[in-house]
T-cell receptor, first 110, second 113 residues
Framework: KNEVEQSPQNLTAQEGEFITINCSYS?????LHWLQQHPGGGIVSLFM???GKKKHGRLIATINIQEKHSSLHITASHPRDSAVYIC????????????FGEGTQLTVNP | NAGVTQTPKFQVLKTGQSMTLQCAQD?????MYWYRQDPGMGLRLIYY???????DKGEVPNGYNVSRLNKREFSLRLESAAPSQTSVYFC????????????FGPGTRLTVT
């Protein structure tokens, strides 16, 4: 079992829909990261959180430390949100090294 | 600021050839990382450098060497390329050990035939 598991692996939505991507981790972490990888390949950090909730524009990330679970929500989705979304954890014992989930391929159709 | 830059963007090697992937950051970050990304496997850490003058192995270091040339530059060398090293390679950096977000370079797509 991977230390970081994401679901779903693939997600197709219609423009305007509310989207949720889930991430579960199995060991204690110091931080949880959400990254976005566009079709061109570049990777951008969206959020880093260790508790509660963060919001940036239409993106919201939440984390529940007790349940070892995080979610990434996209409100009013748009075709330009189509990308791979990657969850990654920083373990308490490994400094700033990241352990990655396999990613969720999101396609938003107009 | 250019952020994290990588060269080359694409490379094709024959089995047994050697090459060095270059990475530089202009954000005065202490920590730098090399990852590879393969379909179905996600990103995996090859080597990292927590600070200038130090390097450590990650999950998949075999077949690779690294050099932290100075605070800005962190290179990855393949001494004798193998088809299993066909992958997309990303360099990343962050401010320091601990809970800091990482900044990624644009990637190098390497094919070994």
């Amino acid at each position: 079992k991977n230390e970081v598991e994401q679901s779903p692996q693939n997600l197709t939505a219609q423009e305007g829909e509310f989207i949720t991507i889930n991430c579960s981790y199995s060991v204690g972490i110091s931080a949880l990261h959400w990254l976005q990888q566009h079709p061109g390949g570049g990777i951008v950090s969206l959020f880093m959180l260790s508790s509660g909730k963060k919001k940036h524009g239409r993106l919201i990330a939440t984390i529940n430390i007790q349940e070892k679970h995080s979610s990434l929500h996209i409100t009013a989705s748009h075709p330009r949100d189509s990308a791979v979304y990657i969850c990654a954890s920083t373990k308490e014992t490994s400094g700033s090294r990241l352990t990655f989930g396999e990613g969720t391929q999101l396609t938003v159709n107009p | 600021n250019a952020g994290v830059t990588q060269t080359p963007k694409f490379q094709v090697l024959k089995t047994g050839q050697s090459m060095t992937l270059q990475c530089a950051q202009d954000m005065n970050h202490n920590s730098m990382y090399w990852y590879r990304q393969d379909p179905g496997m996600g990103l995996r850490l090859i080597y990292y450098s927590a600070s200038e003058g130090t390097t450590d192995k990650g999950e998949v270091p075999n077949g690779y060497n690294v050099s932290r040339l100075n605070k800005r530059e962190f290179s990855l060398r393949l001494e004798s390329a193998a088809p299993s090293q066909t992958s997309v390679y990303f360099c990343a950096s962050n401010r320091d050990r601990g809970r800091y977000e990482q900044y990624f370079g644009p990637g190098t797509r390497l094919t070994v035939t």
